[in-house]
Each structure stands twice: as C-alpha cells, then as structure tokens.
C-alpha cells in the first residue's frame, strides 16, 4: 500500500522520481542532502509514509519517528559534525515550515553553528 502524497516534494523524492543526495535510507526513512544547505553538514530525514506536520503525527508514527531522532547522531557523525550538531523541526506557518512532510533538518559541521534564534532586546 502507498502511504505517500502524489504532490508533496519529498514523496516524490522517495519514490525516486525526483533525485535527491542520499544520505541513509531504509524501509522506513529516507535522509538527503538539503538543496540549500545552511551548515557544512545539513541533511534531513523524512518517514517514507507521507506526514504532513507533527499536528498529523499520531502514536502509531512514535516507531518512525523515534528512529529519525536515533539515526540523527550516527548520520552525522558520518558526514562531518563530530563535535556536536543541531536538530530541527519546523511545523506550520509559525514554525516556518516550507514542505508540508515531516523532516528533521540536521545541520553541524568543524565550527560552532550561530544561536538558535535571535534574542529580542
């Protein structure tokens, strides 16, 4: 049974039907390379069933989710951030989320990353 959106970007990036840079994949979770990345390292991770934002996410999705956050470190251990990384997920229009599918954005690299966000005075 397909568990993914015939419109969503990153459906069809797991389809194979649109390149992406693999990173990881696996029955379950697909990782690539972000297009425009923002860190020496930045790659994200998405389920391969199609959620839209974490509002949708329900206990039945815990396993693929919990996996993500698992594989984060190793994946980025292996492309370059040994000392440390940073993980996000953004969800709906106040969190700034571009694609409507769950994605954890994992960005490091040799130097420290800027501040999360910046602080109002």
Do not use: S, W
Request: hydrophobic share 40%; with cysteine; proline share 8%.
């Amino acid at each position: 049974m397909d568990t993914t959106d015939p419109n969503c970007i990153f459906c069809k990036i797991v389809r194979g039907e649109i390149p992406g840079d693999k990173v990881f994949e696996d029955a379950d979770v697909l990782a690539f390379r972000d297009i425009r990345p923002l860190a020496p390292v930045h790659f994200m991770l998405v389920p391969k069933k199609h959620i839209a934002t974490l509002y949708e996410a329900t206990m039945d999705d815990a396993p693929v989710l919990g996996r993500m956050l698992a594989l984060a470190g190793k994946l980025a251990k292996e492309q370059g951030a040994g000392d440390g990384f940073r993980t996000i997920v953004n969800t709906g229009r106040v969190g700034r989320q571009e694609v409507q599918h769950v994605h954890i954005h994992v960005l490091g690299g040799p130097e420290p990353l800027g501040p999360m966000l910046p602080r109002k005075q």
